[in-house]
């Protein structure tokens, strides 16, 4: 069992990065199309589902399929421009076209498109000569391997299931997971992706990850081959916290709305946008997976072009205060800004001329410099309130504000409502335990993992809070595992016992009025606490809602 120590260096490397150009390049980029069929839009690398295509009709788009512009020099320094320490590509999309040199089936852009070549290797030789990390996205959902089920709904009739199985696809999966692992260099991460058509169990999940570490002992894996693993993956969104537990995370997101290239396609977001995206999430210590879509002529978008440089003329002065940072020790700003912190050093990201730049005052460490990093003028403090720069940047001008000791400031308290009541959300719980993981995206919103009676969920509230409250509790549980009785309540204080009953499946929350309990000190922790387990794991939980009465 690998120790923490050992967990925090083989991650270092990614955890110390913070910022990659995710790469979805494919056959899919032939039609370049975003439709659905019948109407609306949708991701372009999901065309062969979004029209409903036949397989052996998709597959034609592979001898079309030449990207003689393709260089590997300019994909790789435009992602350092950037400013970017890893590049993560498909290798193997939802389609299940092979962007690599794979023994294991034809349907490979070697053997089944003129270009005839491996980009991977090409992108492999280049990341290691500019210093990026090399990582691989795989689909384990393969809409064209005869071994993979279910059929699309449009191929009954034409693509018979029968004879179809699955343990000889996870067998062709890992066999090009292989491939992957011992053809191209060491690989910084895994990327999983398309596991939710099945369980773990019939994935055999812990056994390939488990034969992946095995070929790559330091590799990062994500969390999309149903195991928590090294990292959580919220997509397309920024979660409103830094992740309970110290749980690593990345935010993946597009520069438009499609994740393949789509000709139709233009709703670009601003650089600026991308970065205070991308502070905003350095403020709760995760990663930015910025997407770009090539054609397939084998070039980057210009438009994705033109907000890598602009993003990078920003790094260009601010890196120091991205690469290494953690999360900020302040939860929320009083302006319209973000925080990271790097040792005994704060960096401020102020969005915008605020009438006053101020900090709350630390618990203990004390400033002792203080520079704006975007124009270089040193900083005066008065009374916590920071002088403004000359001049602002538009996206995001940085403050340096050096410490005696890494700065605390007072612990996160729930803020009363205005009716007077408290929503205490998963994201913003303490997690108190060993299994207990905040669940994102794809449904969740929750905390999850809950196998263990031992671990338990608090909050503190900040408000004035004595009183009689009405408990409300957002949990949910498929009838599998429903069954377990828990308690909400004043740690050390008053408390209400509940029984987790069936709500549908994982991610169908219901909720539930317990009744009411007594509060009559400041400052209290609430907690949510289990007496005794149910059939299987205790319940999802989504949220508590104190009202008072
Ligand atoms: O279905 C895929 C989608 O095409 C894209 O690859 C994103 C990127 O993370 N992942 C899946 C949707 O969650």
């Keep these: 069992m690998e120790t923490q120590a050992q967990f925090l260096n083989r991650t270092k490397w990614w955890r110390e990065a913070k910022f990659g150009m995710f790469i979805h390049w494919g056959i899919y980029s032939v039609p370049a199309d975003n439709r659905r069929k019948g109407g609306g839009t949708a991701i372009a690398e999901w065309y062969l589902s979004n029209q409903q295509v036949q397989v052996a009709d998709y597959a034609k788009f592979a001898a079309q399929f030449n990207p003689v512009k393709f260089n590997a020099r300019q994909w790789v320094s435009l992602a350092k421009e950037a400013g970017m320490k890893y590049l993560v590509i498909t290798s193997k999309h939802h389609d299940g076209f092979c962007m690599f040199d794979t023994k294991l089936t034809d349907y490979n852009i070697v053997k089944a498109s003129p270009y005839g070549r491996d980009p991977m290797k090409d992108l492999a030789a280049e990341c290691k000569r500019q210093g990026i990390k090399l990582c691989f996205y795989y689909s384990i959902m393969d809409w064209h391997h005869p071994d993979y089920l279910p059929r699309r709904p449009w191929e009954s009739g034409v693509r018979p299931a029968a004879g179809a199985n699955m343990d000889r696809y996870i067998d062709y999966m890992k066999g090009q997971i292989k491939e992957l692992l011992t053809n191209y260099g060491p690989i910084g991460i895994l990327w999983f992706d398309g596991q939710w058509e099945h369980d773990g169990l019939r994935l055999r999940s812990p056994e390939v990850n488990q034969f992946i570490r095995s070929l790559q002992p330091n590799i990062i894996i994500n969390d ?326």
Aim: a neutral charge; one cysteine or more; proline letters at 6%.
């Design 224 to 549: 999309r081959n149903h195991e928590p693993q090294d990292y959580a993956t919220p997509e397309q969104f920024i979660p409103a916290n830094a992740l309970p537990a110290g749980r690593l995370w990345e935010t993946c997101m597009t520069m438009n709305d499609t994740w393949g290239y789509a000709k139709d396609d233009h709703n670009w977001k601003p650089s600026s946008d991308l970065i205070q995206k991308l502070t905003d999430i350095l403020h709760k210590g995760g990663n930015f997976l910025l997407n770009v879509g090539p054609t397939a002529e084998g070039e980057i978008p210009q438009p994705s072009i033109a907000r890598l440089r602009e993003v990078g003329e920003w790094m260009k002065k601010h890196s120091e205060a991205v690469y290494g940072t953690t999360a900020s020790p302040i939860k929320r700003l009083g302006f319209d800004g973000r925080c990271a912190a790097k040792g005994k050093t704060l960096y401020v990201f102020a969005f915008n001329r605020a009438h006053s730049l101020s900090l709350p005052n630390t618990e203990s460490g004390r400033i002792v410099g203080a520079r704006w990093l975007t124009t270089g003028e040193t900083i005066r403090i008065d009374e916590g309130a920071l002088s403004q720069p000359k001049s602002l940047h538009p996206a995001a001008t940085v403050a340096r504000l050096d410490y005696d000791r890494p700065p605390t400031f007072a612990p996160f308290r729930i803020r009363v409502s205005e009716d007077g009541s408290y929503l205490l959300r998963a994201m913003d719980a303490e997690l108190n335990g060993r299994a207990l993981q905040y669940e994102i995206g794809r449904g969740h919103d929750n905390i999850g993992y809950w196998s263990d009676p031992k671990d338990y969920v608090s909050w503190q509230l900040g408000g004035p809070s004595s009183g009689e409250y009405e408990v409300e509790i957002k949990l949910a549980c498929p009838a599998s595992d429903a069954g377990a009785t828990y308690t909400v309540g004043v740690e050390n204080g008053d408390r209400i016992s509940g029984v987790v009953s069936a709500t549908g499946s994982w991610i169908e929350p219901k909720s539930f009025v317990l009744g009411r309990i007594k509060i009559d000190s400041q400052n209290p922790v609430i907690s949510v606490r289990i007496e005794k387990m149910g059939k299987g794991a205790a319940m999802n939980l989504w949220s508590v809602k104190l009202t008072p009465k």
